[in-house]
C-alpha cells in the first residue's frame, strides 16, 4: 500500500471512530473570509485603546473597546436597518447591566452582587427566547451585569455604562458607513447568489451532486427572501429604484428556481447553453452598480420584443425556464412573506429563565470563592454558553473550552514577546480580525480571539495576568453547569424540535402537493416557497439535533429518510406543475 493510500485509510479509520455528533460539532462553517468584518473588528477593538492611552484613561478604552467588542461579535450579512436595530439592542441592554453591576459592586457585598448576577440570569433568559432581536439583548444584559459585578469602573455612576454604549455606537458606524455609497449591497448580493446556485445547480443536473445544489439553491432563496421581506410592500415592487429592481430580480429567480428544480427531476446532464442562462438572465434582470452605487433607474433598456433563449425548449423544464428567459418576473405581483412559527410557551420561558438564573447564580459563588471580586470570567461564560438557539449547546460548550485552551497558550507567547501598551494594541487589532472572522467560521476560532483580547484588556487595567490561565478552568467549570442543566432537564430537546421541524415540512409539501396544480401562479410559487423553507428548516434542526449526544441515534436516520420523501415529492409535484399539469 502506497503512502498516500495508508494516509487516507488511516483517516477514514480515524472519522469513523469519531461519533457523528462529535464530528459535527467540530465542523466549520463553509464561507468566504469576510474582510470588512475583519477590519472592522479590528477597528472597533484597537482603536478605543489607542484613545484611552493618548487621552490618559486606559480604562475608559478598555470599557469602549468591549462594547466595540461585543457589537462586532453579534454582526452579520444583513440589511442594515437589521443590523443597526441588533447593535443597537446589544449596546443598550448591554449598559443597563453594567449599570446594574456596577451600583451592586460599589454598594453592595458578596451578596448583594450574587442576587442580582441571579436576577439578570433569570430577566436575560425570560428575554432571550422571544426572537433574534430579544436573544441578543438578552445575552449582553447578562454579560453587561457581569463585567459591572467584576470590574470597578472609575469616575461616576454613569460613566461605565456610557463608555460601554459609546463603544457599541462606534461599532455601529463602522458597519453601517458603507451604506452611504452601497444601500441595499447585501440584498443585491443575496440575489446575486440565487442565480450562481441556479446555475450550478444546472451544471449538476444528472449527476449525484443533484440533490446537493437543489439544497443549496434553495437556501440561498431562503437567505434572499429574508432580506427582501422588509421590501417587500407593493410601493417598494412598483418604484423605479434599486430596491424596486431587486423585487422584480427576485420574482425571476422564484421562477427560475421552479424551472431549474423541474429540469433536475427530468434527470438528464444539460447543455453549456441551458447551464449559463442563469447568469445571462442575472445580467438582464439584477440593477448594476456604477461607481460603487445601485443605479437609481432600471437594470436596463427594455428590448421592444421578447429575446429568445440560445437554447430548443424540447422538455417541459426547458420550456418553463425559456418563458422565465423571455419574461422573467412578469406573473408575479408580490413577495411572499417567510412563514413564522408561535412563539415558546409560557412554561418553556419560566424553565428557561429560571435555569439560567440558578447557572449564573451557581457560576457567582464558585467565582468569588476561587478569585473574590474578580470572579467575573465564570459567569460571563455561562451567558455565553447558555444559548440553544444560537446552536447545539454541547458543542458551544466544547469549541469554548479548545478556544480558550488555544488561546492561553498563544498569551504565553504574547506575554514573553510583548510588554509595551502601545504594542499590545497591534495584538487587539490582529486577535479582533480573528475573532469577528470566527464569528462566520467556528465558535471555537472566535473564542481564541476573544481570549487574546481579554488578556490585552487585562494588561490595560492592570489586573493580575497570572489569572487568566486559571481562565481555562473556570471555562470548564461554567461548561460543566451548563451541560448538567441542561441535559438533565431537557436532555431531549434538540430531537423534539427537529421532530416538530420535520413535521411541519411534511405538512407545507403536502399541502403543495394537493393545492398545487389548480392554484394561480402566485398562490403555487407561495406554497412551494414554504414547502422548501419548511424543508430547509427541517434539514438545520436534524444538524443541530445530530450534533447533539444523543439517547437513541437510530431516530436520526429515520427523520433524514422523511425529509428526504417529503423534497422528492416536493420535486416532483414542482415538475408536475411546470408541464402544465402532466404526468
Known sequence: MSEPTALRARAGTLRGAVPGWLGRSLRAARAP??????????????????????????????????????????????????????????????????????????YGDAVVIAALLAVAGVVSGWV???????????????????????????????????????????ALTLTC??????????????????????????????????????????????????LLAVHSSR??????????????AFRASVQLVEAVTALMVEGRPLPPAVVRVPSLLAARVVPPVRAGRPAPDAPGPVP?????????????????????????????????????????????????????????????????????????????????????????????ALNRCLGTVAGVGMVAVVAWLVTDQWA??????????????GVRYHYALSTFGLTMIVFVFIDFLGD?????????????????????????????????????????????????DRRAPAASPDERHQLRRTAYRRLAEARQALDTAGAEPHRDPDRFPVLERRVARAEQGCDAITAYVVAGGRR
Not at 142 to 166: K, N, S, Y
Not at 424 to 437: I, R, S
Request: proline share 8%.
Open 304 to 396: 421592444d420584443r421578447e429575446p429568445e433563449p440560445p437554447f430548443t425548449a424540447d422538455t417541459p423544464g426547458l420550456r418553463a425556464l425559456a418563458e422565465v428567459y423571455r419574461a422573467p418576473g412578469r406573473s408575479l405581483t408580490l413577495l411572499p412573506d417567510p412563514p413564522a412559527y408561535a412563539g415558546p410557551r409560557l412554561a418553556d420561558r419560566l424553565r428557561f429563565a429560571l435555569l439560567l438564573g440558578g447557572c449564573t447564580l451557581a457560576a457567582a459563588v464558585v467565582a468569588y470563592l476561587l478569585h473574590g471580586p474578580r470572579g467575573y470570567w465564570l459567569p460571563m461564560t455561562v451567558a455565553f454558553l447558555y444559548k440553544p438557539d444560537l446552536g447545539p449547546v454541547f458543542g458551544r
Open 235 to 248: 410601493k417598494h415592487a412598483e418604484r423605479p429604484t434599486s430596491i424596486g429592481g431587486l423585487i422584480t
Open 128 to 170: 432571550s427566547v422571544g426572537g433574534p432581536l430579544a436573544s441578543v439583548a438578552g445575552m449582553h444584559l447578562l454579560l453587561g451585569a457581569t463585567v459591572g459585578t467584576g470590574i470597578p469602573v472609575p469616575g461616576p455612576w454613569w460613566a461605565g455604562p456610557l463608555e460601554l454604549l459609546g463603544g457599541a455606537l462606534f
Open 177 to 226: 458607513l458603507p451604506w452611504l455609497w452601497r444601500r441595499h449591497s447585501p440584498e443585491r448580493e443575496a440575489v446575486i447568489a440565487v442565480f450562481d446556485a441556479a446555475e450550478r445547480a444546472l451544471s449538476r443536473a444528472g449527476t449525484s451532486g443533484a440533490t446537493e445544489a437543489r439544497a443549496r439553491m434553495t437556501l440561498a432563496l431562503n437567505t434572499a427572501q429574508d
Open 424 to 437: 499590545l494594541t497591534l495584538v487587539a487589532a490582529v486577535f479582533g480580525a480573528v475573532m469577528a472572522a
Open 33 to 106: 473570509f469576510p474582510r470588512a468584518a475583519a477590519v472592522r473588528g479590528a477597528l472597533a477593538v484597537s482603536v478605543p485603546l489607542m484613545v484611552g492611552l493618548l487621552a490618559g484613561h486606559p480604562v475608559a478604552g478598555v470599557v469602549v473597546g468591549l462594547g466595540g467588542l461585543w457589537a462586532v461579535g453579534q454582526d452579520s450579512a444583513a440589511p442594515y436597518k437589521a443590523r443597526a436595530l441588533r447593535i443597537a439592542a446589544l449596546g443598550g441592554s448591554a449598559a443597563v447591566g453594567l449599570l446594574a453591576g456596577a451600583t451592586a459592586l460599589r
Open 464 to 512: 493580575d495576568r497570572q489569572l487568566l490561565p486559571s481562565r481555562v478552568l473556570e471555562t470548564v467549570i461554567a461548561a460543566a453547569l451548563v451541560l448538567t442543566a441542561h441535559f438533565l432537564t431537557r436532555p431531549d430537546s434538540w430531537r423534539v424540535r427537529a421532530e416538530l421541524r420535520v413535521a411541519a415540512a411534511d405538512r407545507a409539501w403536502r399541502r403543495y
